[in-house]
């Protein structure tokens, strides 16, 4: 009768849900154009299980000094540099005759616009590789997928962590880019 009772909370407490992991910060990527004029937005999101908690907004230096190790951030906490990690070229860090530069004008988060629209409506010059005027088509909307959790349906994201620089990534590849324009 005593083991019986203390039984019975025990597998009730066992019972209980435990969260998956701890709340971390990821550099990432909304579709969505911003107050400032801006036709995609950065930040640092707050993660946990896969579910955006918060986020922080960023501007486009900081973001490549942060993701590249030279700053700082609470989403790179080693300092290594994410986009020679994940293979995007022409951001961050390199060395060349013995200095250490960075490019802060990131090709790649400059074309983020173009995944949404099929002209830069002033915002940004040349066009953008959307199917529709204001919004990817169905088509592209499946590509985009592949890049956020599935429990993000909508186009606009976020995207962040691995897969937000994998897309970054792709869209340096000239033969990723026409599939996503024109069909496979």
Known sequence: ?????????????LAIPESKGQ????????????AQGGLHALFIYNVKDGVVLGSIPMRSDFFVLQ???LMESKANLESIDLFDTYGIRDCGVWAANGMIDANLDCLPLKDIWKLRYKNGMGAQEGTGWASEEFRPSDR?????????PAQYDQWHGPYFGKDAFRLLRDMQDPAWVDTYQNGG
């Open 1 to 13: 009768m005593r083991w019986s009772a203390l039984w019975l909370p025990m597998t009730f407490l």
């Open 67 to 69: 993701a590249s190790g």
């Open 23 to 34: 709340a971390t910060y990821e550099f990432g990527f909304s579709l969505n154009p911003t």
């Open 140 to 148: 592209q909307q499946v590509i985009l997928q592949f890049y956020r």
